[in-house]
């Protein structure tokens, strides 16, 4: 067993009928109850929320991108300010991604080779190295309490003899990021690694990584390369195939996936942390998230609507304010509505969390979700 500075994750509970389960998730930072929803803080904010915000909305985690933060305002910065909790004033659980997801995005801008991932920055067009060292020594300086290793995130569709040279490079990666991870820490609170699991949607690669990366005994697992435009049954099956093969005492992290149904169907295989820009994102363009399914608010029809946006949502927005005016402020784009609409969202994906966890506890949550689906797709 690897001696790990760290974490402790605990089940507390497993749903009877399917594979959803409960647990607890310590860090130094703080304790995260699973299954949990990780509002996305690319910059180390989530757009248009500040940190009370978030701890008015009982969030318990964020996430934040190894990749922007290193371009700006820079690890060595971020460091000096002794982590980022410090730096931002969000004082809970912070998890990093590796860089990897977003150069796979801008791929006309790198190039891949067995030592790591060249790429140009977006930003001014700079050159820069990602070794799976430096990712690790960046996320140190950064001071998440969970770090992800870097990885080669292929897209959909693609071949399988690329996937298959990727999954090796993934592996590879793995085992040179727990090298760094072991080095000595640069923050006098401890921090954690996650490998990454990656595939495409070929069983035999997803089996090959999964069994790999279990062997060097991580702390925690991550199932990326989903949700890049696979169709939604592949990417259901995939989860499921993979997390059957984690080990049930640690953590299982479904990457990038966010809609709340796609939450639904991998918590019932057994997922406990997820992250997605989908609820500040679509909020920002006017989309919010109810009990009721998606509502528009930009639509004509909201115009007279004194409605509040979810009758069963208990959130400041809803409390206090009818579609009639959210519209209002979008039509005229007034800064409010980001706060506003952005809240409310993540709001929702939080209380949803916690309503699902009640639900595995009390060995409902099969029947919680049918009714959830049913006023959901109404």
């Known amino acids: 067993m690897n001696d790990f500075r760290l974490m402790t994750f605990k089940l507390i509970e497993t749903d009877t009928e399917t594979k ?13 109850h699973t299954p949990v929803f990780m509002p996305v803080g690319t910059q180390g904010t989530v757009k248009a929320l500040s940190p009370a915000d978030l701890d008015a909305i009982h969030a318990e985690i964020i996430l934040a991108n190894t990749y922007h933060l290193y371009l700006r305002p820079g690890p060595d910065l971020v460091r000096q300010a002794a982590g980022l909790q410090k730096f931002t004033s969000w004082h809970k659980p912070i998890l990093t991604d590796s860089g990897g997801f977003q150069i796979f995005s801008l791929n006309h801008l790198n190039k891949i080779s067995a030592d790591g991932l060249e790429f140009q920055s977006h930003i001014d067009g700079s050159r820069h190295f990602f070794s799976p060292e430096k990712v690790v020594d960046i996320q140190k300086d950064l001071g998440s309490d969970i770090m992800m290793v870097l990885d080669e995130c292929v897209s959909y569709p693609a071949e399988k003899s690329y996937v298959k040279e990727s999954v090796q490079l993934t592996i590879d990666w793995a085992k040179q990021s727990l090298t ?45 390369g989903l949700s890049v435009g696979e169709p939604k049954k592949a990417m259901y099956d995939t989860t499921e195939l993979v997390a059957e093969r984690l080990p049930a005492d640690k953590p299982r992290y479904l990457m990038g996936v966010g809609k709340p149904e796609d939450l639904l169907e991998g918590i019932e295989r057994g997922i406990d942390m997820f992250d997605c820009i989908i609820p500040t994102r679509n909020g920002r363009n006017g989309q919010a998230f109810t009990s009721r399914g998606v509502v528009n608010i930009k639509n004509q029809k909201y115009k007279k609507s004194w409605d509040a946006l979810d009758p069963e949502c208990d959130c400041y927005v809803c409390q206090n304010f009818s579609r009639a005016y959210l519209r209002h402020l979008f039509v005229a784009k007034e800064l409010l509505i980001l706060k506003l609409l952005s809240y409310h969202n993540v709001y929702f994906y939080q209380k949803l969390m916690s309503v699902i966890r009640q639900a595995i506890n009390n060995h409902q949550f099969t029947d919680f979700k049918k009714e959830f689906f049913a006023k959901y797709f109404q």
């Open 20 to 32: 959803a389960r409960a647990g607890l998730l310590k860090t130094d930072h703080g304790t995260i």
């Open 180 to 224: 760094a991870f072991a080095k000595p820490a640069k923050h006098n609170f401890e921090q954690t690694i996650f490998a990454i699991i990656q595939g495409g949607i070929y069983t035999d690669l997803r089996r090959d990584c999964a069994a790999a990366l279990v062997d060097l005994d991580f702390p925690g697992y991550a199932i990326g």
